[in-house]
Nanobody, 124 residues
Framework: QVQLVESGGGLAQPGGSLRLACTAS????????MSWARQAPGKGYEWMTG????????YSIDSVKGRFTISRDNAKNTLYLQLNNLKPEDTALYFC?????????????????WGQGTQVTVSS
């Protein structure tokens, strides 16, 4: 069965960094677009960034461009998210999501499997 397991969350100070990982199993990881989304306290899910199967194309929302970097290692079946220059408004539960195909989409309905999430808290 498909499994996505996130790790690497925690407490960071404003301006700090974290690196999230998402380990995938139960499907051919290299055949699917992948994305990261988040849910801030009291808010809905927000798609943040996605990556194509071969890593040649990445897409991000404006609020994380230049601060967050998505990457993947198909040999290790792992998706990454490097978070730099963190801000208090980045506090959220972060999820990785498997695309339904090769196309990266900002539409959450285009993702069919999600991890359980890893908490990122940014506070001084």
């Amino acid at each position: 069965q498909v499994q996505l397991v996130e790790s690497g969350g925690g407490l960071a100070q404003p301006g700090g960094s974290l690196r999230l990982a998402c380990t995938a199993s139960g499907f051919t990881f290299s055949n699917y677009a992948m994305s990261w989304a988040r849910q801030a306290p009291g808010k809905g899910y927000e798609w943040m960034t996605g990556i194509s199967t071969d890593s040649r194309q990445t897409y991000s929302i404006d609020s994380v461009k230049g601060r967050f970097t998505i990457s993947r290692d198909n040999a290790k079946n792992t998706l990454y998210l490097q978070l730099n220059n963190l801000k208090p408004e980045d506090t959220a539960l972060y999820f990785c999501a498997k695309g339904k195909g090769v196309t990266v989409s900002a539409v959450l309905g285009e993702y069919d499997y999600w991890g359980q999430g890893t908490q990122v808290t940014v506070s001084s």
